[in-house]
């Protein structure tokens, strides 16, 4: 996430801020609901959510009550390697 909130500040500050901002929130709402994304097919147990134009990959822990996030992938690049 510090990366692509770092590239978009080069050119806009305060839409860095909101991107930023945004995706610290639906990590925050991940806390409370872990399977709220949709699995993701090519990795068994991890899931994503999409935060337009960013997807969060993420692996659910509910067993230790916390998650692994994998990837904060903007949407128009090809899919990452996980």
Do not use: C, Q, T
């Not at 909101?18 to 993701?40: M, T």
């Not at 822990?61 to 996980?82: K, Q, T, V």
């Amino acid at each position: 996430m510090e990366s692509a909130v770092r590239f978009i500040a080069k050119e806009n500050p305060d839409a860095a801020l909101r991107v930023g901002n945004a995706l610290i929130d639906r990590v925050a709402i991940l806390e409370n609901f872990p399977l709220l994304g949709s699995p993701y097919p090519k990795r068994p147990g991890v899931r994503k959510l999409v935060s337009r134009p960013y997807i969060i990959f993420y692996r659910p822990r509910i067993e230790g009550n916390y998650l692994d996030i994998l990837r904060y992938w903007h949407g128009a690049r090809s899919e990452p390697e996980l």
